[in-house]
């Protein structure tokens, strides 16, 4: 079996002391793609070398999160970016972009700004968009319908089931990970289950978004407890989905890989990277 991780932040800090550790585990596991957004444009470089050396796929955009410390200037050097790439068939997504109203004291302006100026990007560079969305569906949706782009994935989808029809419309795949695998997520788990099978993909989110085995209690984390997420926990996480869905594991796998692909269309031409591929830390 093969996996599609379609969001993995694998050039982040807490992979630096043992990155071609957690490859490697990645590989064991199956999980044979993996597609690296970047956040900005200090990480450009990192996650196309990162793709490059490891037979993985990547996107260059600038993350809501980092909206505030990226100068007007980085929209022309992401314009750059993307003109200077575009031939690359590694390069599959406009990302990660989007809107964050969960975490306080953003420039919500700004980020508005910075969100529909790669829009139009993306739309001039026939490039999917990978969507940032957290308490913000209904003004990415906003947007999207003013400045049409080929479809994408809205990442870490934690919607209403209307918006996730909305999303669907506009063509979007929604994608699914570790929050899936807890029980009270009730909600996530009714759109996993009920929304048509072409639309769920797969995704770690690492470092980020630890599945129900990974997670540290408060008072763990206030001890120091930090769980790390990474690529090698996806076909466990996909077991959650299968499981809510009738599929065999076998059926998980290959749905969601046909659907990063109809998300990512770029995706089809890279296959699963070698077995052999170097690493680099
Ligand atoms: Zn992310």
Redesign the pocket.
Known sequence: MHWTDT?C?LDAPEFDADRAEVLARARVAGVTQMVL?A?EVANFAAVRALAHANGHAYALGI?PLYVDRADDGDLDRLRDALAANHDDPRLVAVG?IGLDHFVPGLDRERQARFYSAQLVLAREFALPV?L?VRRSADDLLRQLRRIVVPGGIA??FNGSEQQAQAFIDLGFRLGFGGALTFERALQIRRLAQTLPATVPVLET?AP?IPPQWLYRSAEARARGERARNEPAELPRIAATLAALRGWTLEQAASITAANAILALPRLAALGSSPPGAGTRR
């Open positions: 969001h932040h957004p956040v993350h990660e990978i940032h990442h870490a989110d980020d």
